[in-house]
């Protein structure tokens, strides 16, 4: 597809996008079903490059998001969605937001995962849905590291070659965080 066609498309997706983000908010703050929440997470996943970033970061989106990050069953498609908006390149007037999403991002995952877990040992003994779950972790937490960091790809390397060592590494958790999944030996893969 072209860039004049994209642009256009995502034009015309623009002036009608307030219904299906108001469906998309109405049956993830409504539905019982599992299935159709999944199917709005898998969808919200997929597009919030075509999103207009004022539906992403000035409504309640990111907060339900957020609200589903700590059921198991919605968790990965959860993670794969905040992931892809710490992704998004939106300049810095949704800074403070985006810093916000990640400061909730990290005390949900600290409840679920205490910061002196042993990431790379319990990747190893985890099923593999937790394995899953710890990749989609450390993708995010990487994504967002370079939200952080964007011209500091040295100082990530050495903050995890510095980890090897032993050494702690901690800068509001971004980069101890990010050292902490360093340590799993699979590749990424967000099934």
């Known amino acids: ?33 599992t299935e159709l929440i999944r199917a709005t997470l898998f969808t919200l996943h997929a597009f919030p ?36 908006v710490a992704a998004l390149n939106f300049g810095d007037f949704y800074n ?20 002196n877990t042993n990431i790379p040992e319990a990747y190893a ?4 849905e937790e394995q899953a779950q710890f990749r989609v972790f450390g993708f995010y937490v990487s994504v967002y590291s ?9 100082c990530l390397q050495h903050a995890i070659y510095a980890a090897s060592f032993g050494n702690f590494v901690s800068d509001s958790g971004v980069l101890y965080s990010l050292v902490l999944f360093s340590g799993l030996s699979s590749p990424v893969s967000l099934a």
């Open 1 to 33: 597809m072209t860039q004049s066609k994209i642009k256009e498309l995502k034009q015309s997706l623009n002036s009608e996008f307030q219904l299906i983000h108001e469906l998309c908010l109405y049956v993830l703050s409504a539905s019982q079903r």
């Open 49 to 84: 490059s075509w999103i207009p970033l004022g539906y992403i970061f000035e409504s309640p989106l990111l907060e339900t998001l957020l609200n589903f990050f700590p059921m198991p069953s919605y968790r990965n498609l959860t993670l794969q969605c905040l992931t892809e």
């Open 96 to 115: 403070a937001q985006h810093v916000k999403m990640y400061t909730i991002f990290m005390k949900l995952l600290q409840t679920m995962i205490p910061l």
């Open 125 to 128: 003994i985890g099923s593999c």
């Open 146 to 154: 370079l939200f952080v960091y964007p011209s500091c790809v040295y």
